[in-house]
Antibody, heavy 120, light 110 residues
């Protein structure tokens, strides 16, 4: 059974940093791309970033370049999202999702999300 | 990348069919067949219901169907049931190898 679990969310001050983790099980981790998607309170889904399988190629939404970085550790079956210079509008629930293929494809499995609140 | 455009809300009676349209551009929906649809109930994670325009994952009801024409994708829910009341999002792969979601459509079953 495929399982994804995010962690690392919490309260952070504006300008601060946070690293989210997503631990997975139930599939060959290095064979699939992984992504992060977020959702501000009461708002829609927003794509953040994708990292492909074992070659580690990364892709990120233009609006988040320079502040957010995705990475993965295939030995730990974990994908990370490093977030810096956080702002109030970064507040929301952050989901990790498995892609159907090595580099792209639909998001076929999702974690339950971890909440991030940026506030002083 | 601007969000794909969806109607904010749609409603229908049990048993009816509704169609949600998702409008994109030649840089996303019009370029690839990597269009997917997600269902999200309040407080829950999104769930994949359609991938690659018209394919259903195992376990998803055949009452959900998808299609695409040009820069517009659509999701049809046939035989509307109470449990179909949820938020629905379209998504597309883009020219820059990233993804873009739609603005979301709240479906209400009357």
């Amino acid at each position: 059974e495929v399982h994804l679990m995010e962690s690392g969310g919490g309260l952070v001050q504006p300008g601060g940093s946070l690293r989210l983790s997503c631990s997975v099980s139930g599939f060959v981790f290095s064979d699939f791309g992984m992504s992060w998607v977020r959702q501000a309170p009461g708002k829609g889904l927003e794509y953040i970033s994708t990292i492909s399988g074992s070659d580690g190629s990364t892709y990120i939404a233009d609006s988040l370049k320079g502040r957010f970085t995705i990475s993965r550790d295939n030995s730990k079956n974990t994908v990370y999202l490093e977030m810096t210079s956080l702002r109030a509008d970064d507040t929301g629930v952050y989901y990790c999702a498995k892609q159907r293929y090595f580099r792209n494809g639909a998001f076929d499995f999702w974690g339950q999300g971890t909440a991030v609140t940026v506030s002083s | 990348q601007s969000p794909l455009t969806q109607p904010a809300s749609l409603s229908g009676s049990p048993g009816q069919s509704i169609t949600i349209f998702c409008s994109g551009t030649t840089n996303d929906i019009g370029l690839y067949n990597y269009v997917s649809w997600y269902q999200q109930h309040p407080g829950k994670a999104p769930k994949l219901i359609i991938y690659e325009v018209s394919n259903r994952p195992s376990g998803v009801s055949n009452r959900f169907s998808g299609s695409k024409s040009g820069n517009t994708a659509s999701l049809t829910i046939s035989g509307l049931q109470a449990e179909d009341g949820a938020e629905y999002y379209c998504n597309s792969y883009t020219r820059t190898s990233t993804y873009v979601f739609g603005t979301g459509t709240k479906v209400t079953v009357l």
